[in-house]
């Protein structure tokens, strides 16, 4: 089980949920606990078929690099036909599932299926790579509030733009990690094209964006004074985050404690 688990980063599947059910404590219609159950399942296989999608691409990248080596494909304690079979299965869920949300939703799941396998491909080809996680990243509050509501307003797109430059940033600083196995192997993350100076700002600059975003689409809903406490706690968490870059198996303690945030001030207010 443990292999499977690792397979799918399932630690970051419990840190990416929360930011996801936002809508089912924030829009402002009745409590529904089938459509929350509804939208864990379409989430959870989503971003596990995303997984196996990337560790299948990667596989030969990640037995080259000595920080993913360990990784349970590169090791063979999985086969290829394993992770294989654990892609097809959650995009058959993910598509069995979506298919009881709003129309709307389920023409976009041919999109966020191609977006996976896009991410998994793009890093061999352009530094945008982060800004596709990011945009993949996007539609997870936004489908979440449209399957919930059964409509889609500025709040929806407000809380997607958050966690998309959210995302992306962390993306930016954790690629930070590679730089020189990326350069020496032709991954193009941003960090090894354009520099780690350059790479800094830029995340400083989407997490900035990240703040104001959710801070608006709190007053669009003219939530409760919890939810705006919670946007200057998880700026700070922000601000000691990239005081840290230094120490990134922090990154996720920091961001399991700002989506866990996120959440919190959502159900208080």
């Given at each position: 089980?443990?292999?499977?688990?690792?397979?799918?980063?399932?630690?970051?599947?419990?840190?990416?949920?929360p930011i996801t059910l936002l809508a089912c404590f924030l829009a402002p219609v009745p409590f529904s606990l089938v459509k929350l159950i509804g939208i864990v399942i379409a989430f959870t296989a989503a971003r596990t078929a995303?997984?196996?999608?990337?560790?299948?691409?990667?596989?030969?990248?990640?037995?080259?690099?000595?920080?993913?080596?360990?990784?349970?494909?590169?090791?063979?304690?999985?086969?290829?036909?394993?992770?294989?079979?654990?892609?097809?299965?959650?995009?058959?869920?993910?598509?069995?599932?979506?298919?009881?949300?709003?129309?709307?939703?389920?023409?976009?799941?041919?999109?966020?299926?191609?977006?996976?396998?896009f991410y998994s491909l793009a890093k061999r080809a352009t530094p945008a790579c982060h800004f596709i996680l990011g945009a993949i990243e996007f539609f997870a509050p936004f489908c979440a509030w449209w399957a919930y509501t059964g409509s889609v307003g500025i709040t929806a797109y407000l809380l997607g733009l958050g966690i998309c430059f959210w995302i992306t940033g962390?993306?930016?600083?954790?690629?930070?990690?590679?730089?020189?196995?990326?350069?020496?192997?032709?991954?193009?993350?941003?960090?090894?094209?354009?520099?780690?100076?350059?790479?800094?700002?830029?995340?400083?600059?989407?997490?900035?964006?990240?703040?104001?975003?959710?801070?608006?689409?709190?007053?669009?809903?003219?939530?409760a004074w919890p939810y705006f406490v919670s946007t200057l706690v998880i700026a700070s968490l922000l601000l000691l985050q990239h005081l840290q870059i230094a120490h990134p198996k922090a990154f996720f303690r920091y961001n399991s404690a700002i989506s866990l945030c996120l959440l919190t001030g959502s159900l208080i207010s």
């Open positions: 089980m443990n292999k499977y688990l690792e397979l799918v980063a399932f630690k970051h599947t419990l840190f990416g949920l995303g997984m196996a999608l990337n560790r299948l691409f990667d596989e030969a990248v990640d037995r080259k690099n000595p920080r993913t080596a360990s990784r349970a494909l590169p090791q063979g304690l999985i086969t290829r036909k394993q992770v294989k079979l654990v892609a097809f299965l959650s995009l058959g869920v993910f598509f069995i599932t979506v298919c009881f949300f709003p129309w709307g939703v389920i023409f976009l799941a041919p999109l966020i299926i191609a977006l996976l396998f962390i993306d930016l600083i954790y690629a930070l990690q590679d730089v020189a196995f990326d350069r020496a192997y032709g991954v193009f993350s941003y960090p090894a094209i354009y520099g780690q100076k350059s790479a800094l700002i830029l995340s400083r600059c989407l997490h900035a964006l990240a703040i104001i975003t959710l801070f608006l689409a709190g007053l669009t809903l003219h939530a």
